[in-house]
């Protein structure tokens, strides 16, 4: 089966990435418990909006915020244990500027994939299961591919959606998978 898997608040610890950063960067002293809304960035920092946020994030002569993002516990060894059976396909909305610290960030962690996605349009890539925390994400998949399985990590930051599984951590996504499909 081909699973589509999103990287930022599935794989990837994207908000523990910039908050740290951010911290030490600015001796901020803020924390990713506080992340309880999408976009929360522009609400928690001195940036007036996302775009201040985001021209920040691109790194100016430094890297930018997502070639050093930590991988969230269990995440990178449960994609291995699927990638045995199933197709791992990534499918993440990433800036221009992000596209080779992307491919680095997933050599890097070896991430077992031979397919990478980068758009917003999700949908459009065929897969039978999908797994993302994006609200919006999650509502466009599930409108847009009703005979697949999607998934929702739950996270602060989303809310249930009918017809949408929750998924609350790694394991339980494994044995959705492997109890549905093999
Ligand atoms: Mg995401």
């Known amino acids: 089966m081909r699973l589509g898997i999103d ?28 992340i309880t809304t999408w976009d929360a960035a522009a609400d928690l920092t001195h940036f007036d909006d996302m775009s201040g946020f985001w021209r920040w994030a691109e790194g100016g002569d430094h890297a930018s915020i997502f070639r050093n993002l930590e991988t969230y516990p269990g995440a990178v060894d449960a994609l291995g244990r699927l990638s045995r059976n199933h197709e791992v396909v990534i499918i993440t909305t990433k800036p221009g500027w992000a596209v080779h610290d992307t491919f680095a960030w997933i050599a890097e962690h070896r991430i077992p994939t031979r397919e990478v996605h980068m758009t917003d349009t999700k949908w459009r890539v065929p897969c039978d299961v999908y797994l993302d925390d994006a609200p919006h994400q999650i509502l466009d998949i599930h409108r847009n591919r009703p005979e697949a399985v999607t998934c929702r990590f739950v996270r602060p930051w989303n809310a249930p959606v009918a017809g949408v599984r929750d998924i609350h951590d790694w394991d ?11």
């Open 7 to 34: 990287l930022d608040g599935v794989v990837a610890d994207f908000n523990k990435g910039w908050v740290d950063r951010y911290n030490a960067e600015f001796g901020a002293s803020l924390s990713s418990e506080q």
């Open 172 to 182: 339980e996504f494994v044995s959705l998978v492997e109890g549905r499909f093999c």
